[in-house]
């Protein structure tokens, strides 16, 4: 089993900062690509950011200059350093990584329980 855990969402008002951590647990092999989705009220599930195992990194373009993800692979831990936030950054914040939990398995996508963030005044 494996498990990924967030934190660090909360209510900030425009403009501020916030750092999103997650950290995976469990049967754990090898970590591959691990991102950020969120999804708003109404709205499908989309990319924010992701990052492969050697610190390739794509962003999307609404959050391009303005948030920054990164890795501990030795943690097995994600992070999501957002500034400059807008109100429409309001959305559930979901971490995701590929994970393989044995030598000869192959990897599969892992969810975190999500966290809220909500920009406002």
């Known amino acids: 089993q494996v498990q990924l855990v967030e934190s660090g969402g909360g209510l900030v008002q425009p403009g501020g900062s916030l750092r999103l951590s997650c950290a995976a647990s469990?049967?754990?092999?090898?970590?591959?690509?691990m991102g950020w989705y969120r999804q708003a009220p109404g709205k499908q599930r989309e990319l924010v950011a992701a990052?492969?195992?050697?610190?390739?990194?794509n962003y999307a373009d609404s959050v391009k200059g303005r948030f920054t993800i990164s890795r501990d692979n030795a943690k097995n831990t994600v992070y999501l350093q957002m500034n400059s936030l807008k109100p429409e950054d309001t959305a559930v914040y979901y971490c995701n990584a590929e994970v393989r939990t044995g030598y000869y398995s192959v990897y599969a996508p892992h969810w975190g329980q999500g966290t809220q963030v909500t920009v406002s005044s």
């Open positions: 990052i492969t195992r050697g610190d390739s990194t």
């Open positions: 469990g049967t754990i092999f090898r970590i591959g690509a």
